[in-house]
């Protein structure tokens, strides 16, 4: 059985094209992966640096970063070249989509009149 260090399977990854999803990070990362964060590209946009390597960067290539931390504090220039979703579940927002699958189950024409003022509302900050 062979066993590859992480570096080598992410720059299999940015070749391929392949998606990488790295779990349970700390709040600092490992600059190794500071060049696929932000995209940086040499030669024309063709490759990129993974370690001390040079490689094609496949622009299919995802990198999905993972951290149980329930309230992470990264480097202003990590949280500006990522995306932060917060997939944190709490008992009013469970609530929430509970009565609206209750109400859309039962009075679909409120739930109707609740997206359409939604969408009132957002067209009206949109041109203001």
């Known amino acids: 059985m062979f066993f590859f260090r992480y570096v080598d399977v992410i720059e299999q990854a940015v070749v391929a094209g392949d998606p990488v999803l790295i779990e349970n990070l ?48 990264y480097k202003p220039e990590i949280q500006a070249q990522t995306t932060l979703i917060n997939f944190t579940v709490t008992r009013d927002g469970l609530e929430d989509q509970l009565l609206a699958q209750v109400v859309n189950q039962e009075r679909p024409d409120l739930e109707l009149l609740k997206v359409s003022r939604c969408l009132v509302l957002l067209l009206i900050l949109i041109f203001r």
Not at 34 to 52: F, N, Q
Not at 55 to 67: G, V
């Open 26 to 73: 700390e709040e600092t990362i490992d600059p190794v992966i500071d060049p696929l964060l932000g995209r940086h590209t040499i030669k024309k946009g063709r490759y990129s640096t993974v370690g001390d390597k040079e490689c094609f960067f496949n622009p299919e290539f995802r990198l999905i970063l993972h951290t149980k931390l329930a309230n992470p504090h």
